[in-house]
């Protein structure tokens, strides 16, 4: 069961486009979303985070929207780059005891050509 | 650096033979984990440790084993690995407390022939 749906599976994107990256979650427990960025041949890596009670967060050119109600979010990269070309994960966490679980996204393989 | 340095990178091995691949984190982190990650699957979570001598299971713990003797370090064992258990695997760390972001380190890719 996949509590964390995120589509697309892929993407590509012309230099200076805008990628956008959706995520839709069941569990209304969950109180915090990351972005997690992938290199090949690397670990993933904390790109932007944001709580249920933001509906928007930006860093430099990468946006989340929350939408509560639909339960879901969505991450936006402006102007897109080559090197932004990476595999992203969304995910969602929520208190569970001790361990403070993420729930992660299948990941979305993004390409943008120069 | 603050670093999560994961060993060996790569190995190809046979059923049955154990291994162990090490994890080590110098930023002083309470938790650790470790992650396999495969095709339309994603990462799933093996095991992980809040501290030292405190570990228990992820989602996909079975053919594995851990042990937290050290904060510093969180080995993963594969007893009698099989072919099932060939994956690429990232372990992590994070200091407690909540939403604190995960270091991951740069994995290990295993090929159990």
């Known amino acids: 069961q996949q509590q964390v749906k995120q589509s697309p599976q892929s993407l590509i994107v012309q230099k200076g486009g805008i990628s956008i990256i959706n995520c839709a979650y069941e569990?209304?427990?969950?109180?915090?979303f990351p972005w997690y960025q992938q290199f090949p041949g690397k670990g993933p890596a904390l790109l932007i985070a944001i709580r249920p009670d933001v509906s928007e967060k930006k860093e430099g050119r990468f946006t989340i929207s929350f939408n509560k109600s639909a339960k879901q979010f969505s991450l936006h990269i402006m102007d897109s780059q080559p090197g932004d070309s990476a595999t992203y994960f969304c995910?969602?966490?929520?208190?569970?005891?001790?361990?403070?679980?993420?729930?992660w996204g299948l990941g979305t393989s993004l390409a943008v050509n120069p | 650096e603050a670093q999560v340095t994961q060993n060996p990178r790569y190995l190809i091995t046979v059923t049955g033979k154990k291994l162990t691949v090490t994890c080590s984190q110098n930023?002083?982190?309470?938790?650790m984990s470790w992650y396999r990650q495969d095709p339309g699957l994603g990462l799933r979570q093996i095991y992980y440790?809040?501290?030292?001598?405190?570990?228990d299971k992820g989602d996909v713990p079975e053919g594995y084993k851990v042990s937290r003797k050290e904060k510093r370090n969180f080995p993963l064992i594969l007893e009698s690995p099989s072919p099932n258990q060939t994956s690429l695997y990232f372990c992590?760390?994070?200091?407690?407390?909540?939403?604190?972001?995960?270091?991951f380190g740069d994995g290990t890719r295993l090929s159990i022939l």
């Open positions: 930023m002083n982190h309470e938790y």
């Open positions: 569990n209304t427990a969950f109180d915090y």
């Open positions: 995910a969602a966490s929520m208190d569970a005891g001790n361990n403070r679980k993420l729930i």
């Open positions: 992590a760390s994070k200091p407690t407390g909540s939403n604190q972001p995960q270091h």
């Open positions: 440790s809040m501290n030292v001598e405190v570990t």
